[in-house]
């Protein structure tokens, strides 16, 4: 089994829409990133959080929202999804300073 | 403001031919750069990871280096073959403090058998 499982794996969704991915790891890490990918822009980060009280914004938080239900488990939202959040998402999650451990994305498109 | 750029964006090889992909960062003062490879569907998967104070790092055909006061880091893939055919994305963290890696738009490569 995947160390870092994300669900769905793809996903189409209309304008105004609230959507929620959802990530999960078995890897024991404490902690956890969300990342969007866009052609020509590489990875940016969206949240990231150190164990389940600890929250941060990265660089690009605006629309998003996180939640860290458990040390294993960190969901995105998309309160009110628009045409530009169309991208491929990432969750990842690494111990500590080192490597971080991906998952294997999801397609969201907006319309 | 860290910046990271791959050149090329895209490279094709033939099979058996070794090959270096470029990355270069605006701000020398990093904690690490850690080398991924992308595979479609597959998320990215980490291939070296080079802390500040080291000058490469070794891993079967691949050999990664880091040159801090220049600002560069080559991949370097010996014997290519075509299960190598990905998208090779470098990214730099900033000194600690910070826990957020620096992507660049990656090199997407081809090799041809």
């Known amino acids: 089994d995947a160390d870092v499982t994300q669900t769905p794996r793809n996903r189409i969704t209309k304008t105004g829409k609230r959507i929620m991915l959802e990530c999960s790891q078995t890897?024991?890490?404490?902690?956890m990133y969300w990342y969007r990918q866009d052609p020509g822009l590489g990875l940016r980060l969206i949240y990231y959080s150190f164990d389940v009280k600890d929250i941060n914004k990265g660089e690009i938080s605006d629309g998003y929202s996180v939640s860290r239900q458990a040390q294993a488990k960190f969901s995105l939202s998309l309160e009110s999804a628009i045409p530009n959040q169309t991208a491929l998402y990432f969750c990842?999650?690494?111990?500590?300073?080192?490597?971080?451990?991906f998952g294997p994305g999801t397609r969201l498109l907006v319309l | 403001k860290q910046e990271v750029t791959q050149i090329p964006a895209a490279l094709s090889v033939p099979e058996g031919e070794n090959l270096v992909l470029n990355c270069s960062f605006t701000?020398?003062?990093?904690?690490?750069l850690q080398w991924f490879r992308q595979d479609p569907g597959k998320g990215l998967t980490s291939l070296l990871l080079i802390q500040s104070s080291q000058r490469e790092q070794t891993s079967g055909r691949l050999n990664a280096s880091l040159d801090k006061s220049s600002g560069r880091s080559t991949l370097y893939i010996a014997a290519s073959q075509p299960g190598d055919s990905a998208t090779y994305l470098c990214a730099v963290r900033p000194p600690s403090g910070t826990y957020k890696y620096i992507f660049g738009t990656g090199t997407r490569l081809k090799v041809l058998a």
């Open positions: 701000d020398s003062a990093i904690y690490n």
């Open positions: 890897k024991g890490h404490d902690r």
């Open positions: 990842a999650t690494s111990e500590g300073q080192e490597t971080q451990y």
